[in-house]
């Protein structure tokens, strides 16, 4: 291996609370106290959403047949402790790159968090216009970073977003078994990924 391609949510940060929030604010809408949808509802149709492999939030609100969708906070997400220090370690010895899902500003939230500084590439569906689990996403970082798919390694929290889509292609994929990502086992099954871990500390005993 010689580049290894992070996801974010729920691989690098912990999006716990900014999920919760959602749906306790989706659930206040004047929509949702009229259909009588509470927060758990919106929770529990996420979860089921994440198993089947579908787009999350956006499938919850065409579910429930919202027509407004309440705001992702970013500001909730709180990085892994241990990320700073497996990054930093593996960095001593790949080229580390990000290929996430992400709103504008991906590159000044991982600077907040202290954490750009190991990567050599940031590609964020935002600057590429295409997403995760559209293969091309994954071509562009590959011509970025001039690594062969066979060379490139990603590792995600979800099957049919980030390890799946990167095995296709004749990458390695590791699946962090984080957040509601981990729910997707009936898919990992059908997609087994090279390698699983429960936290990033696990990957120093991969690589």
Aim: hydrophobic share 40%; with cysteine; aromatic share 10%.
């Amino acid at each position: 291996m010689k580049t290894i391609f992070f996801d974010v949510g729920y691989t690098l940060v912990n999006e716990d609370a900014v999920w919760e929030r959602r749906c306790k604010e989706q659930a206040e809408t004047e929509e949702a106290k009229r259909l009588g949808v509470s927060a758990e509802d919106i929770y529990h149709e996420i979860e089921k959403a994440t198993i089947e492999g579908l787009p999350q939030f956006r499938t919850v609100i065409e579910r429930f047949n919202f027509s407004t969708m309440v705001p992702y906070h970013h500001e909730l997400e709180t990085m892994y402790e241990e990320a700073p220090q497996v990054l930093k370690a593996l960095s001593q010895k790949y080229k580390l790159g990000v290929i996430a899902n992400q709103l504008d500003g991906l590159r000044e939230r991982l600077e907040s968090f202290g954490i750009l500084k190991y990567f050599k590439y940031v590609i964020s569906s935002w600057d590429v216009k295409v997403m995760k689990p559209d293969i091309r996403i994954f071509e562009y970082a590959l011509k970025a970073s001039g690594c062969q798919p066979q060379d490139a390694v990603m590792i995600g929290d979800r099957i049919d977003n980030d390890t799946a889509p990167a095995q296709s292609l004749g990458m390695k994929a590791v699946w962090i078994k984080q957040g509601f990502g981990k729910l997707q086992t009936a898919l990992a099954a059908k997609n087994p990924p090279d390698y699983e871990v429960e936290n990033l500390t696990e990957l120093l005993k991969i690589f």
